[in-house]
């Protein structure tokens, strides 16, 4: 029984010398088509993955930068509440997608870090939000004013978060003096906050603050680094702590 193809030995045997298949037409049918029978291996395709860090220091560094400027007091805004959609969005949404896009390329510090402080921004912000409850729990529903319990309970949450920043600081021995410096400043600004809160004192409060202005800089430096060098001719540098041999 026929099945519609001529080999190449029946053709080199019976057929006319314009018939006899070269050795290019071995695996072709009678009408000219290609004789592939295998299965065709599902295809190997390369992927690049961009860099997340550059988004996940930069929102970081948004997000600190205005809760100093609020709590310095800048321009006499006395107010933080505006802060709030900056922290949900830019410095919660933007920078745990960062940390999820750095558990995919690999890199465990940024893939902890980054939705950790997603993490606190959405926390911080959820105090303010007034379905949550938060603020209504500490304030006198006749008079409207926030009991000291309040400050005392922000001290502590914000403890939990030093406690947290000192291990990363750690993790972050071996990478660059910028980052290094940038999570020692920050463990100095929790632990003043933390401090500051407990005792009510002002100016350890403005203490406090002003670190958290220089980790805003120096997280916008790391973030910017990530973001300009080798696509533009600045090159920031960030001093790499060790170096592979």
């Known amino acids: 029984m026929s099945n519609g193809y001529a080999s190449a030995d029946q053709l080199e045997k019976h057929g006319s010398p314009a018939q006899r298949p070269s050795s290019h037409q071995r695996n072709h049918t009678v009408g000219g088509h290609i004789d592939d029978r295998s299965q065709p291996a599902l295809p190997v395709v390369h992927r690049t993955f961009a860099s997340p860090s550059p988004l996940g220091l930069l929102s970081f560094a948004t997000s600190i930068f205005l809760i100093a400027a609020y709590g310095l007091h800048a321009r006499d805004v006395q107010t933080p509440n505006v802060l709030i959609g900056v922290l949900i969005f830019f410095g919660?949404?933007?920078?745990?997608?960062?940390?999820?896009?750095?558990?995919?390329?690999?890199?465990?510090?940024?893939?902890?870090?980054?939705?950790?402080?997603?993490?606190?921004?959405?926390?911080y912000a959820m105090i303010y939000l007034p379905g949550t409850g938060i603020m209504a729990s500490y304030t006198d529903k006749t008079t409207g004013a926030i009991s000291s319990?309040?400050?005392?309970?922000?001290?502590?949450?914000?403890l939990a978060w030093f406690i947290l920043s000192v291990l990363f600081t750690v993790a972050a021995v071996r990478s660059s003096w910028i980052l290094f410096t940038d999570f020692l400043a920050l463990d100095i600004c929790l632990i003043l906050l933390a401090a500051g809160y407990?005792?009510?004192?002002?100016?350890?409060?403005?203490?406090?603050?002003?670190f958290a202005m220089i980790v805003a800089f120096l997280t916008y430096w790391a973030g910017c680094a990530g973001l300009w060098n080798g696509v533009t001719p600045i090159n920031l540098p960030t001093f790499d702590m060790y170096k592979e041999e």
């Open 92 to 123: 919660g949404v933007a920078q745990f997608v960062a940390g999820v896009m750095e558990f995919i390329t690999g890199n465990t510090f940024g893939a902890t870090v980054f939705p950790s402080y997603a993490a606190f921004n959405f926390s």
């Open 149 to 158: 319990e309040f400050n005392e309970a922000l001290a502590i949450y914000v």
């Open 198 to 210: 407990m005792t009510g004192n002002s100016s350890v409060m403005t203490a406090a603050y002003s």
